[in-house]
Structures are given as C-alpha cells and as structure tokens.
C-alpha cells in the first residue's frame, strides 16, 4: 500500500513539472494571415520609379499609334505619391479581390495574383476640361502587361476602371513616352510625353 502511495505522490510530481516545464517553453506565434495585396519597392519595374508628375498628350505619336487622329483629346495627366490615396486603394483593393474571389473566374484568379505585386500607388489628376476627375491608382501586372487600375467616385458607390499601360523611356533626358489605351485587345492607346518636355 505504501509502495502504490509513493508511486501515485512520484506520478503526480513528475506531472507538475511537466506542466511547469511546458509553461516555460516558448509558444509559436499563429501565422499571419496571407495579405490579398502587397505593395512592392521595386527599381526594376521602371514604369513604378518614372511614372511621377506631369504627362500631356503627344498628338503625333498619338496619331501614329492611332492610325488617325483621334476624336477627343486626352489631356494632361498627373500621377503623386499620396498616403491617404494608398490607404484607400490598398482597403479597397483588399476587398474587392474578397469578391472576386467568390466568383472565381480565370480573369479573378489573375486579378488576385496580380495585386500580390503592387508596384506603384497614389492619385492621379486627369485635366480634361468639364471631364477632368482624380482617382486612386495602382499599377499592377497582368496577364503579362502592365494595367493601371483607377477608382474615382463616391466612397459608397466608387467607380473601377482599368487601362493598358507601357513607357518607353528616353536614354538621355527627359522625352519619355508613356502610353495609355484601354483594357480591351482591341482599345487604342494614347502616347503622352512629360508635361514641358517637347
């Protein structure tokens, strides 16, 4: 009886310290959740570091890559690093991938890797007369090509759009080129030059 009796009192004193022992180590922090958007510092992507500042509509290359002049002009557009606008951007971002996420169709699937690698953001000014309007923005890849995704609007109902972009930058100055079109195959693109520049 005695035996058992010691036995039990040794078990229980090994279990203590056991306990004791498993307070003291250390605990693993959960993991983070995985972000739907990232926001990337990248000197590679030369569109990221040279986007910044002013850009007005070059009407002979634009009527080069047009074939023809087009109906409207473009105007001048501007493009400033501003944390509000990334703030924004980033949350809503966040959301709308959420959405599509539920959709799941291969252009959302694509839309979702491609804002793992957000290369630049902030706010544009687009100066086009009565249809002038600033927008949030973030430059993205998809698909292969560089998109620029803008939202403008009411903060309750905000408008999405996204355009095409490419740059070609100029060895020696400042007459780089920057082109816009629209999201589509079919969509034309406008060549702008910096604001100035000519």
């Excluded at 002979?60 to 509000?84: C, I, L, M, W, Y």
Aim: no cysteine; proline share 4%.
């Amino acid at each position: 009886m005695k035996l058992r009796m010691l036995s039990a009192v040794i078990a229980l004193g090994l279990l203590s310290f056991v306990a004791v022992l498993a307070q003291d180590a250390p605990t693993e922090p959960a993991p983070e959740p995985e972000k739907k958007v990232v926001l990337v510092e990248s000197a590679e992507n030369l569109l990221s570091q040279e986007i910044w500042g002013k850009w007005d509509t070059n009407k002979n290359f634009t009527k080069f890559v047009q074939d023809g002049s087009p109906k409207e002009d473009f105007g001048k557009v501007e493009f400033t690093r501003d944390e509000a606008a990334t703030t924004r951007m980033v949350a809503a971002l966040e959301k709308l991938v959420t959405k599509l996420a539920e959709r799941g169709t291969p252009n959302d699937l694509e839309f979702k890797r491609g804002v793992k690698a957000v290369y630049a953001t902030g706010k544009m000014h687009l100066e086009r007369g009565k249809d002038s309007f600033d927008a949030d923005f973030a430059l993205i890849t998809m698909f292969g090509e560089q998109l620029l995704i803008l939202r403008s609007g009411k903060e309750d109902k905000p408008s999405w759009e996204t355009n095409r972009v490419s740059f070609v930058r100029h060895a020696e100055g400042d007459h780089d080129l920057l082109f816009i079109g629209t999201d589509t195959k079919e969509g034309k693109f406008t060549a702008l030059n910096r604001d100035g520049v000519k």
